[in-house]
């Protein structure tokens, strides 16, 4: 859109030319440009999964260096020729520096932008490339400002004082935050004043460093990384800037560097192939530098492909170092007019009783608009020729236009192919571990943070939980209202306010699990009408690309131990969830009072069991269980259900032998022979690597009907916090045979609805897990 409102198309009418190029236009599109950049850096700081940059830096930053490298290689010789063609006499050094850039950068916004619009922002994919081009571009503003440092006395100075700066804006912040959290514990949000506050501070230590004459991406990108990511004033954060960042600031900022193009500036044969040349330079080593890196780190041949054309998308440092005068000079009479300007509006702010957004929105335009004549003496001071200029431009601008477009269709292409793991049981137990929670009312935050606790404790195997909130979609009511004479507050007034005090009390009680555990729980919300909302949560499953959902159960525990039927509905939205899950799914029965407690901060061990009797979604229970025992404060005990008829066997041959002839011994296991051979192959490992090492506990029951197995669940059922089962498809298995009878819940399979009944009266929670229903249709992928 940019290029096409640009000089290069429709500004070469006069019309349009004199409506969008006016005399005064340039310095607000440039002010405007440096308010977006800021916001997304802080932005893009603030949603960083650092757990995961953590635990890939290695990888994330063999990626990003493999194109720079050679890069800069090939920079050496094109600088020099650059320089001769150009007539470069003064500021070599500083042309050096932004030669490079050019060729070696990569812009993170645009690759971000790109990841999420082809939702692969949650594939291991998406977010290596996201990663590397974080680390790629970082690293540039680092190295570049770190040269320009050590070339001046004066500068390394004004280095010193930003990093300083940087430290005391980010201990302020954090002080900030729990600050306004503690202040504001009985809303949802920290109040527009407060948000102020610290946009306040970002923009302080943005507009310094920028008068200092380095770039201000890198301090708004460090101050949102280190920003606390729990309580009120981060999500707020989140809330205003995400939406405004995606929907605005970034088309604004794109619009703006396409807006620049002038391609009637190439059309002279020299300049036309010294940018081919450029634009092939900078492409061929990208790709082959990336290739090269991913070959060395087994990435496959698909991915590295799109990684390589990914980091190859520029626009956002190498436009700031083309636009930005290496030998900035601004005078203190602006810079105190714009303190001055700001104190206005803060206190402003302060004495509004009431304060809503567009009233936020209107200051700080107005606080642009009158201090935009200080920012635009950054940039239009130039050194560069008017035609190296327009080349480097050119060169930046057409080299995304030509990679975006192709890295866009390989990446939907590769997400229609795309597989992940649906089921627990071929993912590797030390590898991240992705949750999708659902809660309809406050008292199901406890169990599910229950799980999650459970599933977190160890630091090597790491999760990513989600928690959605379901909230049912009111029916219409006619009001004689206007909308804008509603109510602030209104629930009408406003989508965001769906769910009522549920809300807050659900993030209070989340604020809390994550202060205390350290485990970031990403929450969000899902108003729509119960009939369909089970697709809602399906969907946002496929996207998030869990391994499990867990739903809770319509019956909650009353105060007198015994359950109650709380929602029926909540029974309709499970069946339909396990019938179309991408997924397993496991339903909690919570148990809160007598049952399972969250381990974290727990002085008691808690007693977790198994019940194995086999089948795919036994197997999945115990796979679960890999995640669970890690957990310090877990104690976990295996319990298996065999036929009587195998009890003659030895202790230690327990795992099935090949020539076994009996027939109805195999079949008194398992409805299918090949599922017993599964089964215990499966269990076989789980003991090797668990049991064995005393890392859980196993035991063998021996029955013969289901009325022994009752007998046999009876007897433990005072022993545990928590049973974990699989739902089964058992049928007729002798195993559980008459144990049908007194079925309430079939969501729950035989075992399960028999635990969750009044019938066996246990004090125990219930975790019943469903595998994926299509993962054995998925041709080899469990092979593989």
């Known amino acids: 859109a940019g290029v096409v409102l640009g000089p290069s198309l429709l500004s070469r009418i006069q019309r349009v030319k004199d409506f969008f190029i006016q005399a005064s236009a340039a310095k607000y599109y440039q002010f405007f440009s440096f308010v977006c950049r800021m916001l997304f850096m802080f932005s893009i700081g603030l949603e960083t999964d650092v757990p995961y940059l953590r635990r890939n830096i290695r990888v994330v930053s063999i990626v990003a260096g493999g194109g720079s490298i050679l890069a800069c290689l090939f920079g050496g010789p094109f ?25 070696a950068n990569s812009a993170s916004p645009i690759v971000i932008r790109m990841i999420a619009e082809t939702k692969f922002d949650t594939a291991d994919l998406g977010r290596m490339a996201i990663y590397s081009s974080l680390v790629n571009e970082m690293s540039c503003v680092t190295i570049v400002s770190t040269l320009k440092a050590f070339s001046s006395s004066g500068r390394f100075g004004g280095a010193i004082l930003i990093t300083l700066v940087t430290v005391a804006v980010i201990f302020v912040n954090k002080y900030l935050s729990y600050f306004f959290n503690k202040r504001n514990q009985n809303n949802r949000f920290v109040s527009n004043k407060e948000i102020f506050v610290i946009m306040f501070l970002l923009t302080c230590l943005a507009l310094y460093a920028e008068w200092v ?81 991913c070959h060395y780190l087994m990435i496959p041949w698909n991915e590295s492909v799109i990684l390589s054309l990914l980091l190859c998308l520029k626009g956002n440092y190498d436009l700031i ?39 936020l929105c209107r200051q700080i335009v107005i606080f642009a608009f009158l201090n935009a004549d200080f920012l635009v003496l950054f940039w239009f001071q130039m050194v560069w020729a008017a035609d190296l200029h327009d080349f480097l431009l050119t060169v930046v601008v057409l080299n995304t236009l030509i990679i975006g477009p192709v890295a866009a269709i390989l990446l939907n292409r590769e997400e229609s192919s795309a597989q992940y793991p649906t089921i627990l049981e071929i993912l590797n137990p030390e590898s991240e571990l992705r949750i999708l929670a659902c809660v309809y009312v406050p008292r199901h935050v406890s169990g599910h943070v229950s799980l999650i606790s459970a599933l977190g404790g160890c630091p090597t195997a790491p999760i990513k939980p989600y928690m959605v909130h379901l909230v049912e979609l009111p029916k219409k009511r006619k009001s004689k209202l206007m909308y804008h004479q509603l109510e602030d507050g209104d629930q009408y007034s406003d989508e965001e306010e769906y769910g009522g005090n549920d809300v807050l009390e659900i993030n209070d009680a989340l604020d809390a699990f994550i202060s205390e555990t350290k485990i970031l729980v990403h929450q969000s919300k899902i108003v729509a009408s119960f009939l369909t909302i089970n697709e809602d949560v399906c969907n946002g499953a496929e996207d998030l690309r869990v391994c499990i959902i867990f739903l809770p159960f319509h019956k ?47 002085q008691c061990v808690q007693n977790i069991a198994i019940l194995f009797f086999g089948g795919p979604d036994d197997r999945e ?42 027939e109805e011994v195999i079949m008194a296991i398992s409805n299918i022979g090949t599922e017993n051979e599964i089964d215990n192959a499966f269990v076989e490992t789980f003991y090797n690597r668990y049991v064995a090492q005393g890392r859980a506990g196993f035991v063998e029951k021996y029955v013969s009907s289901g009325q022994e197995t009752v007998a046999v669940l009876r007897e433990i059922a005072d022993s545990y916090s928590l049973f974990i089962v699989g739902k089964g498809g058992r049928g007729t298995c002798p195993l559980t045979s008459g144990m049908s009878d007194w079925e309430e819940c079939p969501e729950l399979g035989l075992v399960g609805d028999l635990l969750a009944s009044s019938e066996l009266d246990i004090s125990g929670s219930i975790l019943v897990i469903q595998r994926h229903r299509h993962s054995e249709a998925e041709g080899g992928f469990l092979d593989d």
């Open 556 to 602: 909650h525990q009353r105060i007198d131990g015994k359950m109650e039927n709380s929602m029926e509905e909540i029974r309709a939205i499970n069946q339909k969830v396990l019938r179309h899950a991408p997924c397993s799914v496991g339903i909690f029965v919570d148990r809160g009072q007598t049952g399972f407690q969250q381990p974290h901060g727990s």
């Open 621 to 662: 229970a115990l796979a679960c269980s890999k995640r669970i025992l890690m957990h310090s404060k877990v104690n976990l005990t295996v319990i298996r259900f065999l036929h009587k008829t195998t009890a003659c066997r030895s202790s230690n041959s327990w795992i099935n032998d090949a020539s076994q002839k009996d």
């Open 321 to 359: 170092l083309i636009n930005t005068n290496p030998n900035p000079n601004v005078s203190f009479f602006s810079i105190s007019r714009m303190l001055a300007c700001m104190h206005l509006v803060l206190r402003k702010l302060a004495v509004e009783e009431r304060n809503t957004v567009l009233t």
């Open 213 to 293: 004459g380095y770039t201000a991406i890198f301090c708004c990108f460090l101050v949102g990384l280190m920003f606390p990511r729990e309580g009120k004033t981060a999500r707020t954060l989140l809330h205003k800037l995400t939406y405004s960042v995606n929907t605005f600031i970034l088309p604004v900022y794109f619009g703006y560097t396409g807006f620049q193009l002038d391609i009637s500036n190439i059309f002279n044969k020299l300049t036309l192939a010294l940018t081919v040349l450029m634009i092939l330079v900078s492409v061929g080593t990208r790709i082959v530098g990336t290739l090269a890196a």
């Open 79 to 103: 600088f020099w020729l650059l320089i001769k063609v150009f007539n470069v006499t003064k500021e070599r050094f500083a042309f050096y520096l932004l030669t490079l850039t050019v060729l």
